[in-house]
């Protein structure tokens, strides 16, 4: 016996960061493709209007950043005049330069949790004051990384900012949940939204990592947006303040050979194994 479960979001209504492209493009379209109405909000005014392109009025775009007080305000005062209500608010919007520690700036670091942390706090509190006001309750789903996971040289102002979104995440979930708005937050790991073609010190890193990773494949954007349709739905009614990975088990270890090999004699008292040879 078999079960088809279907997300629909008839009547709701979306806000969408980055939505310019990668995962952000794809959680747009899975939501229209599901019944929604959305706001998509990005910096990028060009990649914004690629977005939206072929969703017609379904689909509201507002250019804003999301690391400023104004913006925020903008892309959520966007979604109640355009269409009335605010349900769910999807903060995948986020920046991910690196550099060596030694060689980090400053000015570059502050931008990244601008974006990273600043951004999904303002969102998160301005989504969560429309949310209010509607009654209905609401869904709030942040964006981490499986680099707030592990360390990885070059990668400390992003991954520690992605840390620091989990954790701001479920101080979210505890206050916001008298009101009926749960938070939650998803972490991707490697996940195909590489620029094509690959610079080439890109293609050879993604070259040497990808046949590590348990699947021995990228995640698509198509995957973490059904995640997104899950936790935005009735089904995660009781999945608050909740981390969850989306990264083929990368977290977990690297890929298996197929071969498991136990040659240690030790706990054949355990097993009951008995060797036989020489």
């Known amino acids: 016996m078999t079960a088809e479960v279907r997300f629909r979001f008839d009547g709701k209504v979306a806000i969408v960061t980055g939505a310019a492209r990668g995962v952000g493009r794809e959680i747009v379209r899975a939501f229209v493709e599901a019944g929604a109405h959305v706001v998509a909000a990005d910096r990028d005014g060009e990649g ?52 060596a520690l030694l060689e980090e700036r400053v000015d570059v670091w502050d931008r990244v949790y ?3 942390c600043r951004g999904t706090f303002l969102m998160t509190q301005a989504a969560a004051r429309a949310m209010i006001a509607g009654g209905r309750g609401g869904r709030i789903i942040n964006f981490s990384s499986g680099a707030a996971q592990r ?17 701001f995440s479920r101080v979210a979930a505890i206050e916001l949940a ?14 195909d939204t590489q620029p094509k073609p690959l610079p080439p010190d890109m293609a050879k890193r993604l070259a040497a990592r990808i046949p590590n990773l348990p699947l021995a494949r990228p995640g698509r954007p198509d995957e973490v947006a059904q995640l997104v349709l899950f936790l935005a739905s009735d089904a995660s009614s009781y999945i608050n303040g909740a981390v969850i990975s989306i990264d083929g088990a ?29």
Do not use: M, Q
């Open 48 to 99: 914004l209007a690629e977005t939206c392109a072929p969703h017609g009025d379904v689909v509201a775009s507002v250019i804003a950043d999301v690391s400023t007080g104004e913006g925020a305000k903008a892309i959520v005062e966007r979604a109640v005049a355009a269409f009335g209500r605010l349900d769910i608010c999807v903060n995948d919007a986020a920046v991910a330069p690196h550099a």
């Open 114 to 116: 601008a974006v990273n």
């Open 151 to 167: 360390g990885a040289a070059g990668g400390a102002a992003y991954a520690s900012s992605r840390a620091a979104t989990e954790t």
């Open 178 to 191: 008298p009101h009926g708005i749960l938070v939650n937050t998803i972490s991707p790991g490697l996940i």
């Open 250 to 278: 990368s977290s977990a270890g690297s890929r298996f050979s197929g071969v498991v090999v136990d040659d240690d004699t030790r706990y054949d008292w355990v097993t009951g194994r008995s060797r036989s040879g020489p």
